[in-house]
């Protein structure tokens, strides 16, 4: 085996696994990525995989579809915020 051939093995099980993990489900994501963890590996990788491993499904806001809480008098109340619609611009 001639040194491009290894190079371009090497490129192609690269971009396989990345395609792998961007498509990958979040639930399962999080599963590999705690099997990683058990193995050596350098700080940078390490925080980039911890970070996957204990990551909320879904877009990453953490339930923007929650109105803010506000504490008054020892009570938690939910503040309802107005919806704003945007006309459209004439064409």
Same mark, same amino acid.
Do not use: I
């Given at each position: 085996?001639?040194?491009?051939?290894?190079?371009? !093995?090497?490129?192609?099980?690269?971009?396989?696994?990345?395609? !792998?993990?961007?498509l990958m489900p979040q639930l399962l994501r999080a599963a590999c990525a705690k099997q990683?963890?058990?193995?050596?590996?350098?700080?940078?990788?390490? !925080?980039?995989?911890?970070? +996957?491993?204990?990551?909320?499904?879904? *877009?990453? *806001?953490?339930?923007?579809?929650? +109105?803010?809480?506000?504490?008054?008098?020892?009570?938690?109340?939910?503040?309802?915020?107005?919806?704003?619609?945007?006309?459209?611009?004439?064409?």
């Amino acid at each position: 085996m001639n040194y491009q051939t290894f190079a371009v !093995a090497v490129l192609v099980a690269a971009s396989f696994a990345y395609a !792998a993990w961007t498509l990958m489900p979040q639930l399962l994501r999080a599963a590999c990525a705690k099997q990683l963890l058990r193995l050596p590996m350098p700080v940078g990788l390490r !925080a980039r995989l911890l970070a +996957a491993s204990t990551a909320s499904a879904g *877009c990453g *806001c953490s339930g923007c579809d929650k +109105a803010p809480v506000e504490k008054t008098g020892g009570a938690l109340t939910a503040q309802a915020q107005p919806l704003v619609f945007h006309p459209r611009k004439a064409k």
